[in-house]
């Protein structure tokens, strides 16, 4: 069985300001690993994934996660805040890739401010 | 491409009718489906597994009878909630899985969600 933990349910950050977003996961083989977008009301959008290969992994709109087995984390950064970066983003966790069943993390609501 | 349909986007029914949501892929076909609710505020939880042509797999705890899964074809799948209660109430989100597997990993597609309130 796999499960994801997102620590803070909500972080807020200055607009220009770093951007991090912890997740860790728990998986008794090797994961897939998932960051998912949420804008109010609507459905989710990728992110990024980590599948194998290159441990830093690069997404859209200028995010980037790294996997970290010793850790079992996948954290998700950005360098500079954008004031359309505010959503929901959701960690999440496939034992064999998307074709399989996604766990979700329980979300962390992103604030960004003036 | 991969783009994922949803209908109706919102709809308010009172309690003890029948309603019905579409999930379409519109430019891939999708031999599996997944089906999730969301609670206000929550993460989502995977309630079936769609598959085109066989019966739905539901995660435990999910009333198979009450939240009926139709996945007639490889562009459609229909979830229905049978006699609706306000407890139903929620934001039901499909995603389906592209059967070409672009990339070389089957990927999945998330619908935009349809929200359900019942009165």
């Known amino acids: 069985a796999q499960s994801v933990t997102q620590l803070g349910s909500h972080v807020s950050v200055s607009e220009g300001a770093l951007v991090l977003l912890r997740c860790n996961y728990s998986s008794s083989v090797p994961p897939y690993l998932f960051w998912y977008v949420q804008y109010p009301n609507q459905g989710l959008q990728l992110l990024l994934k980590y599948t194998t290969g290159a441990t830093l992994v690069k997404g859209i709109n200028g995010f980037e996660a790294e996997f970290k087995k010793s850790e079992t984390s996948f954290h998700l950064t950005k360098p500079s805040a954008h004031m359309s970066d505010a959503a929901e983003y959701f960690c999440a966790v496939s034992l064999t890739g998307t074709a399989s069943k996604l766990t979700f993390g329980t979300g962390t609501r992103l604030q960004v401010t003036l | 491409g991969a783009v994922v349909s949803q209908h109706p986007s919102w709809v308010i029914c009172k309690s003890g009718t029948s309603v019905k949501i579409e999930c379409r892929s519109l430019?891939?076909?999708?031999?599996?489906m997944f089906w999730y609710r969301q609670f206000p505020k929550q993460s989502l939880m995977l309630m079936a597994t769609?598959?085109?042509?066989?019966?739905?797999?539901?995660e435990q705890g999910v009333e198979k009878d009450k939240f009926l899964i139709n996945h007639a074809s490889l562009t459609l799948s229909t979830l229905t909630v049978t006699s609706a209660h306000p407890e139903d109430s929620s934001f039901y989100i499909c995603?389906?899985?592209?059967?070409?597997?672009?990339?070389?990993?089957?990927?999945?597609?998330f619908g935009p969600g349809t929200r359900l309130t019942v009165t």
């Open positions: 430019d891939f076909q999708a031999t599996t």
């Open positions: 769609s598959n085109e042509g066989s019966k739905a797999t539901y």
């Open positions: 995603s389906a899985r592209d059967r070409a597997g672009r990339e070389g990993l089957y990927e999945q597609y």
